[in-house]
């Protein structure tokens, strides 16, 4: 059964810095690539950050240049350090499979890990 576990949110100062992780379990990690999305309530859900399963990155432009994401199979997790952090960073986290056009492979979400950006 496929699990997700997304820790290492946090309230913060804008400029702040946070490093989020994704622990996953019940596929073959490494065959996989990953995503991180956000999502506030009421909001469509907005993807972040992608990594193949070589390790090649793609980043969303509101992020570019402040975050990354990298991975660790042999601990099967992914992780997205987030630097220069805005206000409008301010949403719940989740990772997921990416399977194109912002959908995921799979159907089942970890609960997320809260990130407020505020004085």
């Known amino acids: 059964q496929v699990q997700l576990v997304e820790s290492g949110g946090g309230l913060v100062q804008p400029g702040g810095s946070l490093r989020l992780s994704c622990a996953a379990s019940g596929f073959t990690f490494g065959n996989y690539a990953m995503s991180w999305f956000r999502r506030v309530p009421g909001k469509e859900r907005e993807l972040v950050a992608s990594?193949?399963?070589?390790?090649?990155?793609n980043y969303e432009g509101f992020v570019k240049g402040r975050s990354i994401i990298s991975r660790d199979n042999s601990k099967t997790t992914v992780y997205l350090q987030m630097n220069s952090l805005e206000p409008e960073d301010t949403a719940v986290y989740y990772c997921?499979?990416?399977?194109?056009?912002?959908?995921?492979?799979?159907?089942?979400w970890g609960q997320g890990t809260q990130v407020t950006v505020s004085t």
């Open positions: 997921n499979s990416p399977c194109g056009d912002g959908n995921t492979y799979f159907s089942s």
């Open positions: 990594i193949t399963s070589g390790g090649s990155t």
